[in-house]
């Protein structure tokens, strides 16, 4: 009892690989940002467009996003699109004699599943921060001879940006941390898929994890400290 | 670099100490029931019929080791990577897991002899002709983490140097990507690849080739320093084989033929 | 495409998975919350500086994958300490701290959008500060904290997928097994999901209902 042997050393000696996919992590979790602030954009975009469809387009996403666990929809990326794929050919090859291929690889199903998750939160934050944003202002913008989507990209959306910054950069930790979940689908690059892969090899469960989880920690740290210096400069006036 | 929580053990001992020669295999005994871990999702070694209830060659073994030692069987189930954290964390008291016996594996953990030996199979997607396992080189190749032919085909993939490994989680979801064709092709236990193949549940995947590994040797593990309970699944594993026990469950679970040779020539064990 | 080898007994495995996460979500929703109010009053109350050790391990629970936390736990429990805990209790202790982590925030949050000149109004009316807290400040706060609490549980109750790793069956592991056994990934995936889209969605409109109603006052 209570004789556990701690091997810090052969845990550190995979401290290089770890850090290696801290980097792949970062990666991930910034495209998944710049993605889903897109996407959020364009969902905005179609919710205040007043057609139906892209407004029905508008609600499935953002509902889908934010009702389901982000381990459903990583997961969904990677096997329930493949197989979504297989049921399409299944129709279309004998009837219009092509498949359908919808098989991501793991990389791109976990970027997939974050931006989808990012862009549903990111949404809700931009709709917080347009309420915040007076209509008179797109009102003289368009009275100044601007059309709508002028109006939009050059007045309120800048603007809107800069309320829902902070938000933001949750929604960014949050991805950082959402990159674990790649390891379901066998992403063994990131931060978490390599470390994962070591402790099944070694078994150092406890001390491979804990190096991780600092890892972890003192990133979401400088992503948070960084983003707080950045709005400081920026939104000072 | 070792240090042990030696303050916690002092503390401990003084509380919860039972007699002080009383083992696993005393405890076992004592307690009555047998807590064997059990991966559930490789047929025909371990499965779950259409009531969830777990079957399967190892499930058999395992209710086996508990008649020997009278005490009942609980079988707990664990993916391939749970099997060594879950011994160690004493949810379990033995794996009968199909737990090849490698010597990383034995700086954690007690291995017994052998209980049974497998060949690997080379096994591809549906729609993709291979002729041989060297086929593999420069495919997207997958197996579940950790394993021995995890580690193996991870090796090959790195010697290669092209080509793309995944490691999943659990054997389930290996061939759920191999069906869909999100792996090419995976390496995998005869025995389990002729099951999965057979099932007619993932396509049209076919064996290929025998991967050209030792054969994967697996025995039963505990914790490192339980002799007593290593030394009774050695005497187990023995008897098994003398009394045929171990031909009729690979004939009930595997099929016809001759259940695998489990000594090596040239040298003890 | 949509014939299924699924039984109704697979479908009430389903419904016991999804019964294992309102289960532990409850759990740890309810422990959570009291020692997230807890610690949020805390650290309203103690300042920044003083606070600094509460602060420190709710932050890190917001700053490290959930999977960690939870496999970091669940070998510290029971391969460094050998204690013979289940998964479940592993997984409604940890989700309850991560739970606690975000309460706090949203407390202290809460706390803060109380005018102070209301409260000072009460102290000086001869309220004790538990009088205070009781009958001004709480209620107040209270208004602005429940739809981001209700949200809040909303997302302990989808990040409960996760808790697959300490070994409980909830709904997504029972989804997983279900689909070793049928081989039918997207039929059983898109049902799981249905699954948390009818437990969620609702409470998630509630949610903003009544955070639409009481901006409007």
């Known amino acids: 009892m209570f004789n556990y042997s701690f091997r810090w050393n052969q845990a550190f000696q995979s401290l290089p690989d770890m850090l290696q996919g801290a980097l792949v992590t970062l990666e991930v979790a910034v495209l998944s940002m710049i993605l889903g602030i897109l996407f959020a954009i364009l969902l905005t975009s179609f919710r205040l467009s007043g057609n139906r469809v892209l407004r029905g387009i508008t609600t499935t996403w953002v509902e889908v996003a ?132 070591l402790v099944k090899i070694n078994f150092r469960t406890f001390e491979m994890f804990a190096i991780a989880a600092v890892i972890f920690y003192v990133m979401t740290k400088i992503v948070t400290l960084s983003a707080r210096l950045i709005a400081a400069r920026l939104f000072r006036y | 670099m070792k240090s042990k929580v030696l303050a916690f053990g002092l503390t401990a001992a003084t509380a919860f100490a039972g007699p002080a020669m009383a083992d696993k295999l005393d405890d076992i005994i004592a307690s009555g029931t047998l807590r064997c871990a059990v991966v559930l999702d490789f047929p025909p070694m371990g499965s779950k019929d259409a009531d969830n209830n777990p079957i399967g060659f190892d499930v058999d073994y395992c209710n086996d080791l508990a008649a020997a030692l009278g005490v009942t069987a609980e079988v707990v189930e664990t993916t391939f990577p749970e099997r060594i954290p879950a011994l160690m964390s004493g949810r379990v008291d033995v794996a009968v897991a199909s737990t090849s016996d490698t010597l990383e594996r034995a700086k954690t953990v007690g ?159 | 495409m949509f014939e299924t080898a699924m039984t109704a007994k697979d479908f009430w495995m389903l419904v016991q998975g999804a019964g294992m996460t309102l289960l532990v979500t409850a759990i740890s929703v309810a422990i959570g919350t009291v020692v997230g109010v807890i610690c949020g009053i805390f650290r309203f109350q103690a300042g920044p500086w003083w606070a600094i050790p509460v602060t420190f391990v709710l932050d890190v629970c917001r700053s490290v994958p959930l999977l960690i936390q939870l496999s970091l736990a669940f070998a510290f429990v029971t391969a460094v300490l050998k204690l013979r805990i289940s998964g479940f209790s592993v997984a409604c202790g940890v989700l309850s701290l991560y739970t606690a982590a975000y309460c706090s925030e949203i407390v202290r949050g809460a706390l803060e959008s109380v005018p102070p000149n209301t409260r000072r109004a009460g102290r000086s009316l001869g309220m004790t500060w538990l009088q205070d807290m009781r009958y001004i400040a709480l209620p107040l706060a209270s208004r602005v904290a429940l739809p981001s609490w209700i949200g809040l549980s909303l997302g302990v109750m989808k990040d409960s997928a996760l808790i697959y790793v300490v070994n409980v069956s909830e709904l997504m592991k029972s989804t997983k097994d279900l689909i070793t056994r049928l081989q039918e990934p997207l039929f059983l995936l898109l049902l799981c999901g249905v699954f948390y889209f009818v437990i969620s969605f609702p409470v998630a409109r509630f949610g903003s209902y009544l955070e639409k109603r009481w901006s409007n006052d």
């Not at chain 1, 997961?75 to 991501?104: E, S």
């Not at chain 2, 593999?136 to 983490?145: F, Q, S, W, Y």
């Not at chain 2, 792996?183 to 193949?197: F, I, R, S």
């Open chain 1, 66 to 197: 934010r009702n389901t666990p982000a381990l459903f929809q990583i997961y969904m990326a990677f096997f329930g699109l493949a197989g979504l794929g297989i049921a399409i050919t299944g129709w279309t090859q004998p009837h219009l004699g092509f498949a359908v291929d919808l098989r991501l690889s793991p990389y791109v199903a976990l970027l997939a599943g974050i931006t989808f998750n990012n862009a549903g939160y990111l949404h809700e934050n931009f709709r917080g921060a347009l309420k915040a944003i007076p209509d008179t202002q797109t009102r003289s913008a368009r009275s100044l001879g601007m059309s709508a989507p002028q109006a939009f990209g050059y007045v309120v959306m800048p603007q809107m940006l800069r309320i829902s910054f902070l938000p933001m950069t949750n929604q960014f930790v949050w991805a950082i941390l959402m990159t674990s979940l790649g390891a379901v689908i066998s992403m063994n690059s990131d931060l978490f898929g390599v470390t994962d892969n």
């Open chain 2, 111 to 269: 291995v017994s002899i052998p209980y049974y030996a497998f060949e690997n199979a080379v096994v591809a997607r549906p729609g993709l002709e291979m002729a041989s396992w060297e086929d593999m080189k420069g495919k997207v190749v997958g197996a579940t983490a950790g394993t021995y032919e995890a580690i193996w085909l991870e090796g090959q993939v790195k010697a290669w140097g092209a080509g793309e490994f995944r490691p999943f989680q659990n054997q389930a979801d290996v061939f759920l990507a191999l069906s869909q064709g999100q792996l090419d092709a995976t390496v995998g236990t005869m025995e389990v690849a002729n099951a999965n193949v057979a099932s007619g549940n993932f396509g049209d995947i076919k064996v290929v080739d025998k991967a050209p590994m030792v054969p994967d040797y697996v025995a039963l593990i505990t914790l490192r320093e339980e002799y007593g309970l290593i030394n009774y699944m050695n005497l187990f594993i023995n008897q098994q084989v003398r009394t045929g026990r171990y031909a009729e469950l690979y004939k009930k679970w595997v099929g016809e033929g001759v259940p695998a040779n489990l000594t090596i020539t040239g040298v003890y064990r």
